[in-house]
């Protein structure tokens, strides 16, 4: 059986790895920022090597795409994920499954093989949803979930604006979003949970993805003397953020139910340390594969901070940042995915993801499914981030296994 170049695989993780790295070595290319100007170039470089056709949509959703005069114009195979990451990352989410759709693409081509439909290679805008958001945004957007003129017009935490900046770094394509309405859709990805490490099973067959609430909230209270104001007198934004943080995170951890809870940004206004904060601001990602449960968590919330917020003295108001429902996946491909495994030898498990990707946004217009490998210790949006090159290797030849079986 044909099988990728675990080299050429592997050289070039590594080599987008060490792009966009700041004088420390963290590596960050937030989305539409100049790093990711040098890591889109890089994979670009590749797209064209490799001879694919190169196409580039207003939103900067970059596809190679492989065609031959025998199956232009039926719906492609498209394999897809994305080269965004968040602050301080490693260097696998999200790349390692386009690079490996690249590699796929590239393995058929050289062995001969003759696909009945062309097979595409793309890496969406801002998955991560750091700098702007919604998150998974370049896919949302070619699925048709919300529309191209919306998204650049989004403003960044800094105040940039989308537009501009892909604009600015030259990924302001001139195709229209959605020009590829897929036959089927694959993701490789990394774990970037314990499960198959924990249960030593090398690959996931991800059969769903959990439900995902984004909320920023903002407390007004009144700044005043941190030494001279009683503590009856205050109306103190951070003591009441500090309070809704701690109601969310202690009924989680409390609760028996999968679901999960992160306050992973906070502001404080003055930010001083003998100021009483006038205005607390931070987000909240709740997640949950049941999509009752989830709005059951939101709705704890939203009851809190209205109770909350009479008991402090404060104003607190809620804004929705993204909200997606849970997504099954397609059983087919996922029985694809695990008879593939099999074939090989491999250990193979049924899973929910717990993380956002693509597929979740292109389950919406394709029959999609993910493929998993194990994250060692389960760690991920950190440098510590890693898989075995043996574990990236077996998981990229299930990828090949299972597209070539869709392409034809
Ligand atoms: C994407 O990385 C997410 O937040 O799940
Ligand atoms: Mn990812
Ligand atoms: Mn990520």
């Avoid at 989305?31 to 900067?60: E, H, M, P």
């Avoid at 790349?95 to 290679?121: H, K, M, N």
């Avoid at 849970?326 to 899973?351: N, Q, T």
Wanted: overall charge negative; hydrophobic content about 45%.
């Amino acid at each position: 059986m044909t099988a990728i170049d675990a080299k050429r695989l592997l050289g070039r993780i590594r080599e987008l790895g060490a792009v966009g790295r700041d004088g420390e070595g963290r590596l960050t290319r937030l989305a539409a920022s100049d790093t990711d100007k040098q890591g889109r170039d890089l994979f670009v470089g590749w797209l064209r090597q490799a001879g694919l056709d190169v196409a580039i949509d207003r939103v900067g959703n970059i596809f190679g795409i492989w065609q031959s005069p025998e199956n232009t114009g039926q719906a492609p195979l498209l394999i897809g994920s994305h080269i965004d990451t968040v602050i301080d990352a490693g260097i696998y989410d999200g790349c390692y499954g386009v690079l490996a759709g690249l590699e796929v693409i590239e393995t058929l081509r050289a062995s001969g093989f003759s696909p009945s439909r062309p097979i595409a290679v793309a890496a969406f805008t801002n998955e991560e949803g750091v700098h702007y958001t919604p998150d998974m945004m370049g896919s949302l957007v070619h699925a048709g979930g919300v529309g191209a003129e919306t998204v650049l017009a989004a403003v960044g935490t800094d105040g940039s604006v989308l537009g501009q900046e892909l604009a600015r770094i030259g990924y302001a394509g001139d195709r229209e979003p959605g020009l590829l309405k897929p036959h089927a859709y694959l993701e490789l990805h990394i774990e970037q949970g314990p499960v198959l490490e924990r249960e030593g099973v090398p690959i996931g067959a991800v059969e769903n993805l959990q439900g995902i609430s984004w909320q920023r909230v903002t407390i007004d209270g009144v700044a005043n003397h941190a030494g001279t104001t009683p503590m009856s007198m205050r109306s103190d934004a951070g003591h009441a953020a500090a309070r809704v943080i701690t109601f969310l995170l202690d009924r989680t951890k409390a609760s028996n139910a999968p679901t999960v809870a992160t306050v992973g940004t906070i502001r404080f206004e003055p930010n001083a340390i003998n100021v009483i904060p006038s205005r607390a601001v931070f987000t909240v990602d709740l997640r949950d594969p049941d999509e009752q449960r989830l709005q059951a968590e939101e709705t704890a919330l939203a009851a809190y901070i209205e109770q909350l917020a009479a008991a402090e003295n404060v104003t607190i108001s809620v804004e929705q940042l993204a909200r997606f429902e849970p997504v099954i996946f397609d059983l087919r491909i996922v029985e694809r995915i695990e008879a593939a495994a099999r074939a090989c030898g491999l250990g193979v498990k049924r899973m929910t993801s717990g993380a956002g990707h693509d597929a979740q946004m292109m389950a919406r217009i394709a029959p999609a499914a993910m493929i998993f490998v194990p994250s060692a210790g389960g760690i991920s949006h950190n440098p510590r981030e890693h898989t075995e090159d043996t574990e990236l290797v077996a998981g990229a030849n299930i990828l090949l296994d299972v597209a070539a079986q869709l392409a034809n």
